[in-house]
């Protein structure tokens, strides 16, 4: 088998971002067709195991840059995983007040903050949901 992934890997080239193949074909990978037209797509495990490693990276991350994170209960550090998962580590540096706010554990600031954003207007009922269970500690029923 390590034979045929190499020779594979020669073959159709390896590419860790999306591209388009000799046919126009969306492909990433080694050569793996995920074009709407005619391509195979990723199956659920693929895209569960995709979701679990960015969901471990952003945790790592948040981990990394906010020492007050680990502290948090667990309804908000998921509130704060889906907030980075969204906005990326660099846009998320830009909420200075709402960090602050979950730094001293001023949750209702915090949510205040990430409600009074351009950020909670693009993403309308997900901002409120998160920003709900910052303030409240709760998940949301939604």
């Not at 067709?33 to 797509?41: F, P, S």
């Not at 993403?123 to 709900?132: F, H, I, Y």
């Amino acid at each position: 088998m390590n034979k045929l992934i190499k020779m594979l890997k020669r073959h159709e080239g390896v590419k860790s971002h999306a591209y388009k193949c000799s046919q126009n074909k969306i492909t990433v990978g080694v050569g793996r067709n995920i074009d709407q037209e005619g391509g195979i797509g990723l199956s659920d495990d693929e895209i569960d195991y995709l979701l679990q490693n960015d969901i471990e990276r952003v945790i790592r991350e948040l981990a990394s840059e906010y020492p007050w994170f680990n502290s948090l209960d667990e309804v908000r550090k998921d509130a704060m995983i889906d907030i980075a998962f969204n906005l990326g580590q660099t846009r998320l540096r830009l909420f200075k007040r709402a960090l602050a706010g979950m730094e001293s554990g001023d949750y209702e600031k915090a949510a205040a903050e990430f409600l009074d954003s351009k950020w909670a207007t693009q993403t309308g009922k997900r901002a409120s949901e998160l920003a709900d269970m910052i303030s409240s500690g709760d998940y949301s029923d939604a």
